[in-house]
C-alpha cells in the first residue's frame, strides 16, 4: 500500500472539516435578499442549501460513515501485507474489499475536482 491508498482518510476529514468551519460561519448569515425572488418549486431546495444545520447533520453522518471504515492489515502471503477496509465484505462475507473500499471511493466522489483528489480513488 502507498501514501496515497491512506491519505483518502485525511483528505476526505480535510473536506468535511472545511465545509463544518464554513456551516458553522453561515450560522448566524441572514437568509439571502435574493431568496423571495427564488422559483416557489425551487425554493425547499434553496432553504436547504442555506441551512447550516443541515450541512452540519450531513457532515455528522458522513463522519460516522467514515469511522466504519477504516484500514485494517492483512497477510496476504508470506510476505506481503495489504490493506483492507476493516468492515466490507463480498461474496457472502468470504472476501474482502481492499483499501480504500467502495464506500469511502464514493463518499470521495463529490470532491473530485479538488487538486487533492487522486484518480486512483474513482470508483
Ligand atoms: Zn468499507
Same mark, same amino acid.
Given at each position: ?14 473536506r ?21 425572488h427564488?422559483?416557489d ?10 441551512? %447550516?444545520?443541515?450541512? !452540519?447533520?450531513? =457532515? &455528522?453522518?458522513?463522519? @460516522?460513515?467514515l469511522?466504519?471504515?477504516?484500514? *485494517? #492489515?492483512?497477510?496476504?502471503?508470506w ?20 483499501? %480504500?473500499?467502495?464506500? !469511502?471511493?464514493? =463518499? &470521495?466522489?463529490?470532491? @473530485? ?6 484518480? *486512483? #480513488?474513482?470508483?
Amino acid at each position: 500500500m502507498t501514501d496515497s491508498e491512506l491519505s483518502i482518510f485525511e483528505f476526505l476529514r480535510a473536506r468535511y472539516d472545511e465545509l463544518e468551519q464554513a456551516a458553522n460561519a453561515a450560522k448566524t448569515a441572514r437568509r439571502p435578499w435574493y431568496f423571495d425572488h427564488v422559483d416557489d418549486a425551487a425554493k425547499p431546495f434553496v432553504d436547504l442549501a442555506l441551512n %447550516p444545520d443541515s450541512v !452540519l447533520n450531513d =457532515l &455528522a453522518s458522513k463522519r @460516522a460513515i467514515l469511522a466504519q471504515h477504516r484500514p *485494517a #492489515w492483512r497477510r496476504m502471503s508470506w510476505d506481503e501485507d495489504a490493506a483492507i477496509c476493516d468492515t466490507c465484505r463480498y461474496d457472502n462475507g468470504l472476501d474482502v474489499y481492499f483499501f %480504500p473500499c467502495p464506500t !469511502l471511493r464514493a =463518499l &470521495a466522489v463529490p470532491y @473530485a475536482a479538488h487538486s487533492d483528489y487522486q484518480e *486512483a #480513488w474513482k470508483p
